[in-house]
T-cell receptor
Framework: NAGVMQNPRHLVRRRGQEARLRCSPMKGHSHVYWYRQLPEEGLKFMVYLQKENIIDESGMPKERFSAEFPKEGPSILRIQQVVRGDSAAYFC?????????????FGDGTRLSIL | GESVGLHLPTLSVQEGDNSIINCAYSNSASDYFIWYKQESGKGPQFIIDIRSNMDKRQGQRVTVLLNKTVKHLSLQIAATQPGDSAVYFCAENVGNFNKFYFGSGTKLNVKP
């Protein structure tokens, strides 16, 4: 029973390029969450999605960042025109959704480095 | 966002001893809490959770205590093993279960 799968594990981009991070939730999970983690810090919530819907994007920067969870395929976190400050580990988590009081299960993250 | 903080950034214990990791939270309305363990290069791994209608919950070698009066959460690990070395995060949720606020973490070092 595969867990949350994220790819790539490491991504290097130059300033101004685009970064695409992918997340496949656990089997049977319809809710996906993205978090960002800076070194020596906790995880910061970015966005919560269900299939084809963004439920809560209160943690997403207003510009350059977007997320989607299409009907088919993985969830995508997209960062346009990356800057050095975007360097971080990005984690995806998933949950069944119902009942709500269940923990989120995390993937092993994508480490994004901006040159 | 909410404030979830930890008292000790680093904790060193001897193998076989018990470990206690503490967490303070600021929102009295928080009603669901989770402890996660994060090893280097990996994602957070669920350890144990507790709801606000409880003050104690036990798992295998771990116990979580919740003191709502002082807004304090602790994780106790019995007979700490080298494999317990990791960063431990508490996370809180208020009202709904789609967004968790994480503390900054405590690094646990287990000395052989």
């Amino acid at each position: 029973n595969a867990g949350v799968m994220q790819n790539p594990r490491h991504l290097v981009r130059r300033r101004g390029q685009e970064a695409r991070l992918r997340c496949s939730p656990m089997k049977g999970h319809s809710h996906v969450y993205w978090y960002r983690q800076l070194p020596e810090e906790g995880l910061k919530f970015m966005v919560y999605l269900q299939k084809e819907n963004i439920i809560d994007e209160s943690g997403m920067p207003k510009e350059r960042f977007s997320a989607e969870f299409p009907k088919e395929g993985p969830s995508i976190l997209r960062i346009q025109q990356v800057v050095r400050g975007d360097s971080a580990a990005y984690f995806c988590a998933s949950s069944p959704g119902q009942p709500q009081d269940q923990p989120q299960h995390f993937g092993d993250g994508t480490r994004l480095s901006i040159l | 966002g909410e404030s979830v903080g930890l008292h000790l950034p680093t904790l060193s214990v001897q193998e076989g001893d018990n470990s206690i990791i503490n967490c303070a939270y600021s929102n009295s309305a928080s009603d669901y809490f989770i402890w996660y363990k994060q090893e280097s290069g990996k994602g957070p791994q669920f350890i144990i959770d507790i709801r606000s209608n409880m003050d104690k919950r036990q798992g295998q070698r771990v116990t979580v205590l919740l003191n709502k009066t002082v807004k304090h959460l602790s994780l106790q690990i019995a007979a700490t093993q080298p494999g317990d070395s990791a960063v431990y995060f508490c996370a809180e949720n208020v009202g709904n279960f789609n967004k968790f606020y994480f503390g900054s973490g405590t690094k646990l070092n287990v000395k052989p």
